[in-house]
């Protein structure tokens, strides 16, 4: 069995890299000032930070029907399956208009639900990759999947929390009044909303956090694991790198037996953190057998 592994930008893998890793990417849009962008094909990060800075209307979208549907019908002329895994349906509604979509193919196309994002969502791609590589067909894979589902965790803080006021999940007097006493707010999701798990001052007590939170994961929900049985990604939308470097030698010296990584925030995630939003989650080896 042929079964061809397609995910979305929000896995932080972009097409380059996906050619390498043998996955398919569909970019995630980006609409500023009413105009459609998508990542690394018609706007850099640079652009568009750039625009965030200038107050211009910027939001993400879904990818439209036509073209997800455009890329499966291309790849089932060369593969018998597609496995599909897009950003969670507790983030997005991406998954369940896939669903839909899906429908329509006698279940040669399947849609993956296992409530993943960023660098966990680059966790599953790979672990579907592998699978596929092993001859597993879709359906197959798409159940590995979402039981493993639960074994993630992702944390998130931001520079500041405007831009997550302008999508209506904080209040404008809750984010003036954490600007003004400089309260980072550390945000955790396993694949649902985010919900706010704590709230320090300053950045450097929001990083020790997050690791803590992770640290603690480590211990609790991945006790029966070995250090190599678990992938630690690191993940910012930066606009400084020697920022994003700190994070991650941070991270690898709080993790120094677990593989880790490094995801940039894809833009259409960014809309909703905006720029020097910090993240880092805890996931299985792809590798690792049950």
């Known amino acids: 069995m042929k079964t061809a592994v397609v995910t979305d930008s929000n896995s932080g893998i972009f097409q380059e890299e996906a050619e390498t890793l ?18 690394n094909r018609n706007i850099t990060a640079e652009e568009f930070f750039s625009a965030l800075a200038d107050g211009k209307d910027v939001s993400s979208s879904q990818p439209s029907p ?7 019908k291309g790849l089932l002329k060369e593969w018998d399956e597609v ?20 429908s329509g193919f ?12 960023s660098v966990t969502l680059r966790q599953a791609v790979s672990k579907a990759a592998l699978l596929s590589k ?25 520079e500041s929390l405007s831009y997550l006021k302008k999508t209506g999940r904080v209040t404008p007097t809750t984010a003036a009044i954490a600007d003004i006493l400089n309260i980072k707010p550390v945000l955790m999701t396993k694949g649902e909303k985010f ?43 930066c606009i400084n790198p020697e920022e994003t470097e700190k994070w991650m030698k941070m991270v690898e010296q709080a993790f120094p ?8 925030l894809s833009l259409s995630v960014a809309c909703h953190t905006g720029p020097n939003a910090l993240g880092i989650g805890i996931s299985l080896n792809p590798e690792y057998k049950d």
């Open 22 to 39: 043998g996955v398919y990417v569909i970019p995630m849009p980006v609409i500023i000032d009413g105009e459609t962008y998508y990542e």
């Open 66 to 72: 036509g073209e997800v549907l455009e890329c499966w």
């Open 83 to 102: 496995i599909y895994i897009p950003m969670s349906s507790g983030l997005s509604g991406s998954t369940q208009a896939s669903m839909m979509l899906a």
């Open 106 to 117: 006698d279940g040669k196309v399947q849609v993956a639900d296992n409530h993943r994002i």
């Open 134 to 158: 092993q001859g597993l067909d879709a359906k197959t894979i798409r159940e590995k999947l979402e039981a493993e589902g639960p074994l993630s965790s992702v944390y998130l803080t931001v």
């Open 195 to 237: 919900e706010t798990c704590a709230k320090v001052h300053g950045l450097i007590k929001a990083k020790n956090t997050m690791i803590r939170a992770v640290q603690t994961d480590r211990i609790t929900i991945f006790r029966d694991y070995a250090n190599e049985d678990l992938w630690v990604g690191v993940a910012s939308s």
């Open 257 to 264: 037996n677990c593989h880790t990584y490094y995801d940039p």
